[in-house]
């Protein structure tokens, strides 16, 4: 059995169009009003975020989520930003989901915080 952990190496085969960096940064998908799942996200672009979570979310779903984001000039200070993404693709790995997600509604702050976070690597 695989187990999907933060740091299982992505395919080298898959649909990427823009440069992505490993990170590891806790976060939340709201799935009701007073209600969320814990997820952590595993790799980011400036197009959307890899997410590992315990749910699958069928492919073209809009998720609201939450992310505890390291500022990129000080990594000892945390950005609490939600955005919203549309799952793009999902796979199983055991008891396990990874969710390759496209931003649909970000603030351009936060989308400018990822970008340094890319360029960084």
């Known amino acids: 059995m695989t ?6 190496p992505q395919q ?12 590891s940064w806790a976060a ?9 799942l814990e997820a952590r996200v595993i790799n980011v672009s400036a197009d959307g975020l890899g997410l590992v979570c315990e749910r699958a979310f069928p492919d073209g779903v809009m998720l609201q989520v939450l992310i ?38 970000i603030d351009q702050p936060v989308k400018d915080m990822i970008e340094q976070w890319v360029k960084k690597g």
Do not use: E, I
């Open 68 to 105: 505890a984001m390291p500022d990129p000039a000080d990594r000892s200070k945390y950005h609490y930003p939600g955005l919203h993404a549309k799952v793009m693709f999902h796979v199983a790995k055991g008891g396990k989901f990874r969710l390759g997600t496209r931003f649909a509604k």
């Open 12 to 23: 080298a085969a898959d649909a990427r169009q823009t440069p992505r960096v490993n990170v």
């Open 3 to 8: 187990v999907v952990t933060d740091s299982t």
């Open 28 to 36: 939340r998908v709201v799935t009701g009003p007073q209600s969320y």
